[in-house]
């Protein structure tokens, strides 16, 4: 997705960091480790996060999501004065890492008793892998269990509970791993062109080729692709050296729209994707929406 106003956002999230740590009250730097109700708090930067803290907390912790809205992009995000008091009464707040959720990073800070975790970190990825880390299924199965083991720490009472929850949502996602699984046979020698690498994990674990990467990183940084990178991505499908487009609709116009056109005009099948979940829907149903797709155009 685009990203807009990055500096402008991150001098906004720092000022909101200073005025929370001022007049936040003393007693929520304090290990304030549970709710009214004595159970944990966990805050997730999107609503991909809260279903994994959901699944692997259970009925022992209050999971909330900050960006539950599909409209609502995390790269552009800004926080207000009532999110930066909710992360700062967290026990743990959970993201995605690699500057998708930047602002997370921050709120966290004004709180001694907050524990952040990134998915990135989780997954030990390098500060320039892509960070659309959710789109690999084997991804957020691993981030499920580092998350059980943070809880069996703070809370080793239940710690057999939060491993068992790990599990499940295993099984939970096994649907689409299986889904991979089962499209891996098809998708031997054979290409794909994506419009952003919003999807590219996945892609990669089809075991895709990837044509015009260039492009896609040029739009996922706001950026124009140069005229020699758009032409050859359009000789690409012109010869039919792709075998179906991968198209992010969240991000649309330009030379994407251009591109997209083509593809349709040479019977060239586009799968649709989004780089954010769609509103009051599952992991599972979100991805295998997608997976569904891209069977259909390889048959």
Do not use: R
Not at 158 to 181: G, H, R, S
């Amino acid at each position: 997705m685009k990203k807009t106003g990055l500096l402008i956002g991150g001098m906004s999230v720092i000022l909101l960091v200073v005025f929370v740590i001022v007049l936040w009250p003393k007693s929520a730097h304090k290990d304030d480790s549970s709710h009214s109700d004595g159970k944990l708090t966990i805050v997730a930067s999107t609503n991909v996060y809260v279903e994994v803290a959901k699944t692997v907390a259970g009925d022992k912790a209050n999971v909330s999501a900050i960006i539950s809205k599909q409209s609502v992009s995390p790269e552009d995000y800004e926080p207000t004065n009532d999110v930066a008091k909710k992360v700062a009464h967290a026990n743990i707040a959970l993201g995605n890492g690699l500057g998708y959720d930047a602002w997370l990073n921050k709120l966290s800070k004004s709180s001694k008793s907050t524990k952040l975790l990134l998915a990135s970190d989780m997954l030990n990825k390098d500060s320039k892998a892509n960070p659309h880390l959710w789109n690999d299924p084997d991804n957020m199965i691993q981030v499920a269990q580092k998350l059980a083991d943070e809880l069996s720490k703070k809370d080793p009472d239940n710690k057999a509970y939060y491993q068992q929850n790990a599990q499940a949502y295993q099984e939970k996602l096994k649907p689409v791993t299986d889904k991979v699984a089962e499209l891996k046979e098809k998708t031997q020698n054979k290409s794909v062109f994506e419009t952003e690498s919003v999807y590219e994990y996945m892609l990669k674990n089809l075991g895709l080729n990837i044509v015009g990467d260039d492009f896609a990183e040029a739009v996922a940084e706001d950026t124009d692709p140069t005229p020699a990178v758009l032409k050859e991505v359009q000789n690409a499908l012109k010869a039919h050296k792709v075998d179906f487009v991968v198209q992010n609709t969240q991000t649309t116009g330009g030379d994407v729209s251009k591109l997209v056109k083509l593809a349709k005009q040479e019977s060239i099948p586009v799968v649709n994707v989004t780089e954010t979940s769609p509103d009051k829907t599952s992991y599972v149903d979100w991805k295998l929406s997608e997976l569904n797709q891209i069977e259909k155009a390889l048959s």
